[in-house]
């Protein structure tokens, strides 16, 4: 007995093979509709950049004082990184390397631009998140501050954006203080004209008489408004909590039983940023968009010792300015609902503002991965596992720090005894003439950190654990000499003196 016939495996085989072509159809006919849907469905990216904002200073991050019901509610339903890092820990270089995916030092922006390089630009022949974006065919528009060049080929407009209001400059004064209601710092008429003056649409300069953090979330949000049916990237820069210290009536009110002005004030001023964060987020969800854009909230560097116990950077140590935990530890918190799948927890591997170029692209389908860039999102939803970065690096001039999941090694530059340096009122020391030399053989001292048991940084246990220090001493000195070879835009003019186990160190930035 034959088991089959020749015509019954033929019409078998038929049978298979239509089967086969139908369920390819139909795979072909899916693939097009989700790639179709993707296209169409491109994610809004915002990214809300604080200045000068303490890790201490939100209440998700710890502070007991400032009230962030708003960026607390975006963490708790989104991501909250304990571990988020900016790539240096002054403005204009954490933002060249936030823009670019690249740590700056790779493209010579090491330093804050100023005295002679103060109208210097950052290098055009490194592409801008925005400039990536807009070959995903997003619309870009920056609000706030620039920090990037002022000269017009390194204006927003020539980097990737289609649309600026905002302030070139490192800052700008909030309001005039001579209005009823307004508290803060004093300032001279000197400094009142030129902040009041400072601030631009596109290339032409416009007169805002808002508090200036009120007016950037207004812009924003008609910005939101605007371009609701089209995929953007509005990068929401706010100059808040910088200097000048300022703030209004309404946003005081809720701090009035702070009894240091300094203190109230800058409360008040984290309250505004809380404000606008709630702007942001109810303007997206009354048009319908909020699941469908990613928010970043975010700070620039740590919050600055100068303004005299008004921040907080706890629990860690140091400030603005220094690469200690506090100067380059920020507050970071990440929202998407339809990207991030399993929302409302932490991510606790160490990550970086630099990470945002690859993270921002592959959400709008594109590639911003760089040397230093890490797509962060299969790590947040768990596809991949482990850290992004096996290593995390700092530089500016001889201070230079690499870290690791555990471990942080920081190299410091002992300050001269032999050299008489002055210091200017604000407590900067004086330069020399075309800025200070930088000489590689200098001496330098090392620190080692146990940031897992001491996130403060207060034991230098470098002689407890020498294979740990060696190892990232050698991975110090191998990404120095990668960098090596790069021709510095900037020198560095501004320097500050600061103590460090009770020995005085000399930074600059
Ligand atoms: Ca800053």
């Known amino acids: 007995m034959r088991l089959f016939n020749a015509n019954s495996i033929q019409s078998g085989y038929s049978c298979i093979y239509s089967l086969l072509r139908a369920s390819f159809l139909i795979l072909l006919v899916s693939l097009s509709t989700l790639l179709h849907a993707t296209t169409n469905n491109k994610p809004n990216i915002i990214l809300i950049l604080a200045d000068d904002l303490g890790y201490g200073d939100v209440g998700i991050f710890g502070s007991k004082m400032i009230s962030t019901p708003r960026i607390d509610q975006l963490a708790s339903s989104g991501v909250k990184f304990p571990q988020a890092y900016v790539s240096h820990p002054v403005c204009s270089p954490s933002r060249a390397g936030l823009m670019t995916g690249l740590n700056q030092v790779r493209h010579g922006w090491e330093f804050n631009p100023a005295g002679r390089d103060a109208e210097a630009g950052m290098d055009n022949g490194v592409q801008t998140i925005a400039e990536r974006l807009r070959k995903q065919g997003y619309y870009n528009a920056i609000v706030g501050k620039w920090h990037l060049g002022k000269q017009k080929s390194h204006h927003p407009l020539s980097r990737g954006f289609d649309e600026f209001y ?46 200036l953090t009120d007016a950037f979330t207004d812009e924003a949000v008609r910005i939101i408004k605007r371009k609701k049916d089209q995929p953007f990237f509005l990068y929401l820069s706010h100059t808040t909590p910088h200097t000048p210290l300022q703030a209004t009536k309404k946003y005081l009110d809720a701090y009035r039983h702070i009894e240091d002005e300094g203190t109230r004030v800058y409360s008040a001023m984290v309250g505004s940023l809380d404000v606008s964060v709630g702007k942001i987020v109810d303007t997206l969800k009354a048009l319908k968009i909020f699941d469908n854009t990613m928010i970043v909230f975010t700070s620039d560097n740590g919050c600055a010792e100068y303004i005299l116990g008004a921040c907080s950077n706890a629990p860690f140590r140091g400030f603005k300015r220094y690469h200690l935990e506090g100067g380059v530890r920020v507050p970071f918190v990440m929202h998407w609902p339809n990207g991030i799948k399993n929302s409302s927890h932490e991510y606790n591997s160490p990550v970086s503002t630099l990470d945002l170029s690859a993270t921002f692209l592959a959400a709008a389908g594109g590639d911003g991965s760089t040397e230093d860039s890490v797509n962060l999102l299969p790590y947040i939803n768990g596809i991949k596992v482990g850290a992004p970065h096996k290593y995390l690096h700092w530089k500016a001039g001889p201070t230079v720090a690499v870290r690791d999941e555990r471990w942080k090694l920081l ?22 003439e075309g800025g200070w030399p930088m000489d590689d053989n ?66 600059f930035f």
């Open 411 to 432: 190299r410091m530059a002992p300050i001269a005894s032999d050299v008489s340096i002055k210091e200017d009122i604000g407590g900067r020391l004086i330069p020399p």
């Open 166 to 211: 905002g302030v070139l400059d490192g800052g700008s004064v909030f309001v005039d203080p001579n209005k009823p209601g307004v508290e803060g710092t004093a300032l001279s008429e000197e400094r009142i004209h030129f902040g009041m003056n400072n601030r631009y649409r596109n290339f032409d300069k416009v007169e805002i008489d808002d508090y």
């Open 442 to 507: 200098s001496p330098v001292d090392y620190f080692l950190y146990d940031l897992e048991k001491d996130s403060a940084e207060t034991s230098n246990v470098i002689t407890h654990y020498p294979t740990v220090a060696n190892r990232l001493q050698k991975e110090m000195n191998r990404w120095l000499l990668e960098v090596s070879d790069i021709q510095p835009i900037l020198s560095p003019i501004r320097s500050i003196k600061m103590q460090n186990h009770r020995k005085d160190y000399q930074l």
